[in-house]
């Protein structure tokens, strides 16, 4: 089983900066793919984020320039540097963590979620 766990919410102002942090448990973090969704009040959980156990990236248009992700496998952490916020990035951040299972089946796992408010 993998425990996956976000910190690094908060509030901040309208152009200021954030830093999202995830752990996730497990001798197996460095072979999985980790993203990072958002859900706003009313509205789907989208993906914001992704890094492969590769270190390729991805990410929403939304956020393309301003945020990046990033892994630490020594530290079992993903990161989500979030810079030059908007009113809109406000939502309810989630790690999730995709571990292989065997060489064809993968287990998705997330995190409670940390609450991130831009005040304009």
């Known amino acids: 089983q993998v425990q996956v766990a976000e910190s690094g919410g908060g509030l901040v102002q309208a152009g200021g900066s954030l830093r999202l942090s995830c752990v996730a448990s497990?001798?197996?973090?460095?072979?999985?793919?980790m993203g990072w969704f958002r859900q706003a009040p009313g509205k789907q959980r989208e993906l914001v984020a992704s890094?492969?156990?590769?270190?390729?990236?991805n990410y929403a248009d939304s956020v393309k320039d301003r945020f990046t992700v990033s892994r630490d496998n020594a530290k079992n952490t993903v990161y989500l540097q979030m810079n030059s916020l908007k009113p809109e990035d406000t939502a309810v951040y989630y790690c999730n963590a995709v571990t292989p299972v065997t060489t064809t089946q993968t287990s998705g796992y997330w995190g409670q979620g940390t609450q991130v408010t831009v005040s304009s």
């Open positions: 890094i492969t156990n590769g270190g390729t990236t």
């Open positions: 497990g001798r197996i973090f460095s072979m999985s793919r």
